[in-house]
């Protein structure tokens, strides 16, 4: 039986592919959660020898890394905005004291992870029933404001083509508030509000306990994409790297779990019966009985080595799909057009950010209409796009399949990337490549960006 909290089909398939860009955005604790999910038991392991396991698995964040450098690139510059609306409107425009710019970055954030993000422009509601003007309105203090609903959030919606494009008719989307629980103490409870054009309601379990209107012909919902794949839907633009995260996971697990094994002596005995007292210390001498025998057992360290290979690959290959979003989007050039318009090229990154600025000067022109003000009044941004690079990306291309096949090292690599611009200054390729081995982070390789050529496979 269908609720208001029923999700559409189109949502179910998205949530499917969220649940592990979820996880790892959580962290360690998140993917420990997940357990067996994300970090498979080895055959006849006990869930005693599991649990330990599982508890000193520790998750290195490549794709959390990634999406935050990648939001710091976007946002590396102040935005500008220029608008007819209040100033005090941009300073604090989800009423909840957050700049315009702050909502961007999130609302940035979130559409990295999942693909897409929605941004909803909503009025508080009126004191009372008595009919009010706008300028009552503006007396009160009752304005329009932003609503970032995350994409994990807006569970459903229905659509018609109006004009020739795709209009919300319907969405529902859930929202978690405190509610009293007794004189001292809260709870949480999951409601879900309704929108129609014109109308709003606001549902708990299968009870309407709230319901107005809006006063407008139209749902003023701005969605913004970072991988579109049709109208409300998208598919992660960062899930390679998750998924290649989440191996790394595993890797590092049966790593860590192997050297514990090496480092912890297995003493093997023979001819010895139940009732010889065997007592092994540093400080005591032992005394075997006639023609018994003890000896360590001497593990084989071509597993730890090869263990080590293959972190090492993952890692790099991990910085690789996180330098992504900075390459040439596709499109044939000629090499005369590569070397003209090299710095100025159209990265993935570039087009999410372009995609950003109209869906917010969208949500500012629903703002300027829901205040009873020309939608001009909305105003334009002024936002950063200064994502040239340095060098032919067919070279760097070349460079990436030449460390893929083994013909050049990491540091190597990393050397010609930092020659390229790519890195930073100040990063030490032989020092990095090392940290990396060890388990950094991917903040520090992505310094000033390099065009990398079209993603293979696309």
Known sequence: MSSPATPSTDYTAMALRWQLISALRAGTAGMRAKREVYLPKHPKETEADYEIRLQNSYLVPYLDDTINTLVGRAFSQPWTVDSRLPDAWIEDIDLAGNHLEQFARSAFD?????????????????????????????????????????ARNLIAWRSEVIGGKDTLTHLRYKEVVDVPDGRWATRKVERIRVLEPGTWEVWEGDTLINAGETGLPYIPLVTHYSRR????????????????????????????????????????????????????????FVRLP???????????????????????????????????????????????????????THTSLRAMVIGLKDALELALAYMADLAGQPVENGGTLQVNLDFGVKGDPLEVQNLILLYERGVITGPTLLAEAKRRGLLNDDVVPSDEYEAARLGGGVGQLLGEPLDLGQERGQ
């Open 290 to 344: 006639v023609g018994a025998e003890l000896k360590y057992v001497v593990m084989d360290s071509g597993g730890i080595e090869a263990g080590y290979r293959d972190l090492e690959r993952l890692e790099m290959q991990c910085r690789i799909l996180g330098m992504q979003p900075l390459a040439l989007s596709a499109g044939d050039r000629t090499a005369t057009e590569a070397s003209i318009n090299n710095a100025n």
């Open 229 to 284: 794949v049709g109208f409300m839907t998208a598919v992660p633009p960062l899930e390679n790297l998750g998924y290649l995260n989440q191996r790394h996971w595993v890797s590092a697990s049966d790593q860590n779990h192997i050297l514990h094994i090496c480092r912890v002596p297995i003493i093997q005995g023979s001819g010895l019966t139940d009732t010889d007292e065997i007592v092994i210390s540093p400080n005591s």
């Open 110 to 150: 979130d559409s990295l992870a999942y693909g897409l993000t929605h941004i909803l422009v909503d009025l508080p509601p009126r004191r009372g029933d008595v009919p009010v003007t706008l300028a009552d309105d503006r007396q009160q203090g009752r304005r329009p404001y932003l609503t970032h609903i995350p």
